[in-house]
Nanobody, 119 residues
């Protein structure tokens, strides 16, 4: 299973970006999908997560600014980021809990995409 992310880049404070992450490979079902981030010198933290049924949760620091969504038919998760702040600067990682055809669930990570918020 591979997770391929896209959509990162450089944006000014107050701007917006949309991240995408597509999963491919031997996939029977994807349970939760989500986004984590890691800033220099800090631990990786959960940003937003969404279940296969559409339930979601967010880090307090992004509530009201970020929106996570998914397209189950495309095995893709999105992160719409609005009103970006310099403290949002980090490498953003996609995560997926994938059930393969053996019916075992495994945890997968994308390669990461850099988001830089700076004037």
């Amino acid at each position: 299973v591979q997770l391929v992310e896209s959509g990162g880049g450089l944006v000014q404070p107050g701007g917006s970006l949309r991240l995408s992450c597509a999963a491919s490979g031997s996939i029977f079902r994807i349970n939760a999908m989500g986004w984590y981030r890691q800033a220099p010198g800090k631990q990786r933290e959960l940003v937003a997560r969404i279940t296969s049924g559409g339930s979601n949760n967010y880090a307090d620091s992004v509530k009201g600014r970020f929106t996570v969504s998914r397209d189950n038919a495309k095995n893709t998760v999105y992160l719409q980021m609005n009103n970006l702040k310099p403290e949002d600067t980090a490498v953003y990682y996609c995560n997926a809990q994938v059930v393969g055809y053996t019916l075992y669930e495994n945890n997968y990570w994308g390669q990461g995409t850099q988001v830089t918020v700076s004037s």
